[in-house]
């Protein structure tokens, strides 16, 4: 109870004036030492310092300035809770509230002002009153003084306020970030609040705020191991969101993707073309649509509640997030969809069709390094070698596997083929290896941020799509095309290129070998590059769009009783009472045809787009009649013939109007069963806000304390919350996902989802699926072991070469070369005589004989040449010496 008692009160009064004019001024002088703004709230350490011993001298009030695991807020045990007019202030830690208030009494007023001007008095006699400079300095080790007690607290209260330690989030956190009072023009997030951040596999993740930064008026977050974000990238907590408003929100979300899944189309030039429709307005004309629909007064008024009204920009935000995604893609806004990654097989990916250039690209990708491969072992022979030498070691018989040592070859050759063949596999070392790290990042969707790594984020919202077991069969076929064929294909192909490349004779033949398959294993990307393939990639950004709507919408939640009743809270009975007991729920082929032709489902847009359509019709005008069509297009020539062909027959054979679901932006149409959503949208219970809150003693609303005590555990997780993330740095994102896959970690855990969801089928995908994955990871450790095994080899391949030298210099290799030294017109004479006379059964050449006829001739070429041939023909003889 507060007290103002004649004279006494009056007195008091004047001294805690007193008290607070020296406080101020002493802010004044150590301010320009002393900056802690950015800590705390309007008040310097030194006032928190001298405050803090005089409450805890006094016994009235414990105040706990060192955060911990379960208390990071300053909490008062005091009977009474300090004010905005007391010596403690307005002080906020790390995002917690500590507004309290003391009893107004002389003897309290008496007792604070001189304790305070004593502890004030004290610090100003120590000169090593820690400040952040002084904190920095200590920590360099440049000035040894010792730390009294104070000046510990004092630096631990820094290091605490600029760098909080990332903790387990309670649900306390996660409210009081979720209901922060935005409307002051400053920052909607301090250090210390939990929010949400996309990580770099675009998965939404829960980390701690760090440091906000005004710059120019724009405020900039460090939340995780992120800095400098936007309010744009950030997100309220959903475990908050969901405590305070519950999950109707996100039943509406899911709604409204399919509101806008039916007003996009791909027709350009049309009004609602993908790329000129403002998906963020139109989200936003839907929320508003459904927050003032009558049905929906309880939530509006759960809204109005001034105790969670401050929050509605916080979910509100949350709830466009999905959709502010969309509207910068369609409008290239950190985007780059020229991105040079991009394949064919990505356009497989997204749409599930397009299938004809990929077998054509697949054949050729297989065929010709095959038939190379085969032409390599044929040529070398090294299954005879094996036979005709059983008693050769392995290592022996290595070599000859990877050496070249051509009997028909020229030596210098052999030797400068070694140097490139080494030269090349040093170049895959530290080229290509790291390109094909990167290049796996990327297919596996952690490569990183920006327009840079577009490809890189296509294949995560991919990633997730097919993690919620969400795609559609021709979507699967090719993901595992566009992962294997980047991976597993890539790194087998430069393994038999090295392989290819070591028995070559021709330096001139190794580098035409390793540009060639340089260019096979890159087809599929040059024909996305086509200026015919893909003009404007609008294909690939409408197919991006749409698998990010396919991201979010669950599919298998919206078709399926139990599951529906696990994610929102609503009895099974209870929905499929509003679902006409249809075990599909909001999955209806046949509501979805009824309900898109009743106009009592439709809003105002939808009702002009109905009738203007209807008008065309009659008028028999096909201009307007296009205008507000929607056209049923599919990625793909082939696919869109098929398309078109079986309209027709059923447009012939049927009267019925069949919902073809195959187009782009009309993959859910069975989903719109607008009736059964009118039903279920406001389904869902609103929480009972006061369960949230207690009232201090000044009969504010204060979020219960007890909260602090619900954490995030294993047995109960939060939402996007993992205590050891490793989403924001690419290489520790490969490193967890290589553990996952070579562990079978990620295997189960797809299995395990597949089974909840009772898809069986699905179960063996995965499990094939985990092998292939487990064999590129390990193919991507064994391509740089097998690079650096047959670089190990350069060595021996040259010591073999030189061993084909005798001490005279004479090689074998020069056997073709028996031509040298003599006259051009003459050198087809010596054919036939060098074949008779050094020719063996096995269609070469008897090397040792001709280097016992160079030594006999002492090396005289010219009489070698004569020799060989006067002995076969007097002409060539003849040759010879008219032309010498």
């Known amino acids: 109870m507060k007290k103002n008692n004649g004279d006494g009160g009056h007195t008091g009064e004047k001294m805690k004036s007193a008290v607070k004019q020296r406080l101020h001024a002493q802010r004044a002088k150590s301010?320009?030492?002393?900056?802690?703004?950015?800590?705390?709230?309007?008040?310097?350490?030194?006032?928190?310092?001298?405050?803090?011993?005089?409450?805890?001298?006094r016994g009235r009030s414990k105040v706990s300035v060192l955060p911990n695991e379960t208390n990071r807020y300053i909490e008062d045990f005091s009977e009474g809770l300090l004010d905005d007019d007391s010596v403690l202030g307005d002080i906020s830690v790390a995002g917690f509230d500590s507004v309290d208030t003391w009893e107004r009494e002389e003897e309290a007023a008496e007792i604070a002002a001189k304790e305070t001007e004593e502890a004030i008095a004290s610090m100003r006699q120590d000169r090593n009153f820690v400040t952040l400079n002084h904190y920095v300095t200590n920590l360099s080790l440049i000035d040894e003084t010792e730390w009294n007690e104070k000046q510990i607290q004092t630096a631990r209260v820094l290091v605490e306020l600029e760098h909080p330690r990332r903790i387990n989030p309670s649900v306390r956190g996660l409210i009081q970030t979720v209901l922060k009072d935005n409307g002051k023009g400053g920052a909607d997030f301090e250090?210390?609040?939990?929010?949400?951040?996309?990580?770099?596999?675009?998965?939404?993740?829960?980390?701690?705020?760090?440091?906000?930064?005004?710059?120019?008026?724009?405020?900039?977050?460090?939340?995780?191991?992120?800095?400098?974000?936007?309010?744009y990238e950030i997100r309220a907590p959903q475990d908050g969101l969901l405590r305070v408003f519950g999950t109707r929100p996100w039943i509406w979300q899911q709604w409204a993707i399919l509101k806008l899944e039916q007003q996009l189309c791909f027709h350009q030039g049309h009004r609602n073309d993908f790329e000129v429709f403002n998906i963020a307005q139109y989200a936003r004309d839907l929320w508003f649509q459904w927050l003032n629909n009558p049905q929906n007064k309880d939530f509006k008024e759960h809204l109005a509640d001034p105790r969670v009204e401050k929050s509605q920009e916080n979910l509100f935000d949350h709830m466009m997030k999905p959709f502010y995604q969309m509207d910068d893609m369609r409008r290239e806004d950190g985007w780059d969809f020229n991105d040079p990654e991009v394949s064919i097989f990505t356009y497989l990916n997204l749409h599930g069709s397009g299938y004809a250039l990929c077998l054509v690209t697949i054949f050729l990708q297989f065929t010709i390094p095959s038939l190379l491969l085969i032409e390599t072992i044929e040529n070398a022979g090294y299954v005879q070698l094996r036979k005709d030498n059983p008693d050769m070691t392995p290592f022996e018989w290595l070599t000859n596997v990877f050496c070249v040592v051509d009997d028909a070859a020229n030596c210098f050759n052999l030797i400068a083929t070694s140097i490139v063949v080494m030269c090349i596999q040093a170049l895959y070392l530290f080229k290509v290896v790291p390109d094909t790290i990167v290049k796996f990042r990327s297919v596996i969707g952690v490569g990183g941020y920006g327009p840079v790594f577009t490809y890189a984020r296509i294949k995560a919202i991919s990633q997730i799509v097919a993690d919620k077991n969400l795609d559609r069969i021709g979507q699967s076929i090719g993901k595992i095309f566009d992962l294997y064929m980047n991976t597993l294909y890539v790194y087998f192909l430069y393994m038999l290129n090295i392989f290819n490349i070591l028995n070559q004779a021709s330096p001139t033949e190794v580098v035409l070998n390793a540009l060639a398959l340089e260019f096979v294993f890159r087809i599929d990307e040059e024909y996305a590059k086509s200026v015919w393939w893909d003009p404007g990639r609008r294909w690939l950004k409408a197919g991006t769009i749409e698998i990010t709507m396919q991201s979010v919408l669950e599919t298998r939640v919206l078709s399926s009783p139990r599951l529906f009743s696990d994610k929102y809270g609503i009895s099974v009975d209870e929905i499929l009472?509003?679902?006409?007991?249809?075990?599909?729920?909001?999955?209806?082929?046949?509501?979805?045809?009824?309900?898109?032709?009743?106009i009592n489902c439709f809003d105002d847009t939808e009702l002009f787009e109905y009738f203007s359509q209807k008008r065309a019709e009659s008028k028999k005008c096909a201009e307007i009649k296009q205008e507000f069509t929607k056209l049923s297009r599919i990625f793909g020539k082939p696919e869109q013939h098929l398309l078109d062909l079986q309209r027709l027959v059923l447009k012939f054979f049927c009267s019925r109007d069949f919902n073809f679901n195959l187009g782009v932006f009309n993959r859910h149409i069975n989903y719109r069963t607008w009736s059964r959503w009118e039903k279920v949208l406001y389904l869902s219970k609103i929480p009972n806000v006061s369960n949230l809150f207690e009232m201090n003693s000044d009969n504010l609303p204060?979020?219960?304390?007890?909260?602090?005590?619900?954490?995030?555990?294993?047995?109960?997780?939060?939402?996007?919350?993992?205590?050891?993330?490793?989403?924001?740095?690419?290489?520790?994102?490969?490193?967890?996902?290589?553990?996952?896959?070579?562990?079978?970690?990620?295997?189960?855990?797809?299995?395990?989802?597949?089974?909840?969801?009772?898809?069986?089928?699905?179960?063996?995908?995965?499990?094939?699926?985990?092998?292939?994955?487990?064999?590129?990871?390990?193919?991507?450790?064994?391509?740089?072991?097998?690079?650096?095994?047959?670089?190990?080899?350069?060595?021996?391949?040259?010591?073999?070469?030189?061993?084909?030298?005798?001490?005279?210099?004479?090689?074998?290799?020069?056997?073709?070369?028996?031509g040298n030294g003599v006259p051009e017109a003459c050198v087809d004479y010596l054919v036939d005589g060098f074949n008779e006379i050094f020719a063996n059964d096995e269609g070469g050449y008897d090397c040792d004989a001709v280097g016992e006829l160079y030594r006999e001739m002492d090396y005289d070429l010219v009489a070698i040449f004569l020799t060989i041939a006067g002995k076969n023909n007097a002409d060539a003889l003849a040759c010879v010496l008219e032309n010498e």
């Open 702 to 818: 204060i979020i219960k304390k007890e909260l602090e005590k619900i954490k995030h555990t294993s047995a109960k997780p939060f939402s996007n919350f993992s205590p050891n993330s490793t989403a924001y740095d690419a290489n520790k994102a490969l490193r967890r996902r290589q553990y996952q896959v070579l562990t079978f970690q990620k295997m189960k855990e797809n299995v395990r989802q597949s089974l909840y969801q009772k898809d069986y089928d699905r179960v063996v995908f995965w499990l094939l699926n985990g092998i292939l994955e487990w064999v590129a990871f390990v193919v991507q450790y064994g391509f740089p072991m097998y690079n650096l095994i047959c670089l190990g080899l350069f060595p021996y391949c040259l010591e073999n070469v030189k061993a084909l030298f005798d001490e005279q210099g004479f090689t074998r290799c020069d056997c073709k070369l028996i």
């Open 31 to 57: 301010m320009a030492e002393i900056s802690l703004r950015d800590f705390i709230k309007r008040e310097s350490i030194l006032e928190l310092e001298a405050k803090s011993s005089a409450l805890s001298r």
């Open 191 to 231: 250090v210390g609040d939990w929010v949400e951040i996309q990580g770099l596999d675009t998965n939404w993740n829960l980390d701690l705020v760090y440091k906000v930064q005004n710059f120019e008026g724009e405020y900039f977050y460090n939340v995780g191991a992120r800095r400098r974000l936007r309010r």
């Open 577 to 598: 009472v509003m679902c006409d007991d249809n075990d599909h729920l909001l999955y209806d082929a046949d509501s979805s045809r009824h309900d898109r032709k009743n």
